[in-house]
């Protein structure tokens, strides 16, 4: 395909990975700071809540700023449903808050939300409708966090069938970046359902990453994040340096920068 066939120039893809999900914000810091800033991005879970902030026109330290105003334990509560254990009604509050969008449409840059359709068992690309009610779907561990309905519905988090979205940015982005935050390592500590649960969900998640890693013109998967739990954001700063200094770690290489900016 031709350059003047490309609809954007340079597409980003966010994976979920609940709080691990701040290092999307280094890796965006980092972007932008080598004069790298994406047009097009598509998210998950994670992701997406990073990625409608970004699109929204936050830049990343302004992103880092709403999300760290809060305590962690106002982004999950426990819930009293039977379809989730906790809530996840006070990342809906920063969103509700702050973003100035509320459609897609209205966004500065364009983005795909990817949820999980629950009913039909297939991974749905949202490009429209209400910004918040998706970027909540597309966030909904299945048993962790109770489920979304959107017009009959039932959406849970998009990484239960496409944690790394790549899909809708293909064939549209003449250079595709992708940021991925879910390695796996060894694990002992298995004391509680949630924990049970989170661990199910990443080693799920864990198997389309090598499967996918070519599609991309950079990859970047910082391995150090293993050490930090998914439902814990109170390591947020170091988890957001993480991303942002693999990211100037793979700049620093002038084939790598160079194909970023001048692929053809």
């Known amino acids: 395909m031709a350059e003047n066939k490309f609809l954007y120039k340079t597409g980003l893809v966010l994976s979920g990975g609940g709080a691990r999900g701040f290092a999307h914000v280094g890796v965006l ?26 699109c929204d026109g936050y830049t990343p330290d302004e992103i880092m700023n709403i999300m760290r105003s809060r305590s962690w334990l106002e982004y999950m509560r426990p819930s009293v449903s039977k379809t989730g254990l906790l809530s ?38 949202f490009e429209k409708g ?3 009610k998706t970027v909540i779907a597309s966030a909904s561990i299945p048993v962790i966090f109770k489920p979304v309905i959107i017009e009959g519905i ?10 790394l979205p790549i899909q809708p940015l293909e064939g549209k982005c003449r250079v595709i970046i992708g940021s ?15 924990k049970i649960a989170e661990r199910t969900f990443l080693l799920n998640l864990s198997r389309e990453v090598n499967s996918k890693a070519t599609r991309f013109d950079l990859l970047i998967a910082p391995t150090e994040l293993k050490n930090y739990p998914v439902l814990d954001p109170e390591k947020s700063e170091e988890i957001f340096r993480i ?17 970023l900016l001048f692929k053809k």
Do not use: C, M, W
Request: glycine share 10%.
């Open 29 to 54: 810091k980092a972007l932008n700071e080598a004069g790298i800033f994406p047009d097009a991005v598509a998210g998950t879970s994670a992701g997406a809540i990073a990625g409608v902030l970004y």
């Open 243 to 259: 991303g942002y200094e693999t990211t100037r770690e793979l700049l620093k290489s002038k084939e790598i920068y160079n194909k």
């Open 130 to 132: 209400d910004l918040i």
């Open 88 to 125: 996840i009604s006070g990342v809906q509050k920063i969103l509700k808050e702050h973003l100035r969008a509320k459609t897609f449409d209205e966004l500065k840059i364009k983005l795909y939300v990817t949820a999980t359709d629950f009913n039909n068992g297939k991974a749905v690309y």
């Open 180 to 194: 991925y935050v879910n390695p796996t390592g060894p694990e002992k500590n298995f004391n509680s359902l949630i």
């Open 154 to 163: 039932t959406y849970f988090d998009g990484g239960v069938l496409d944690n």
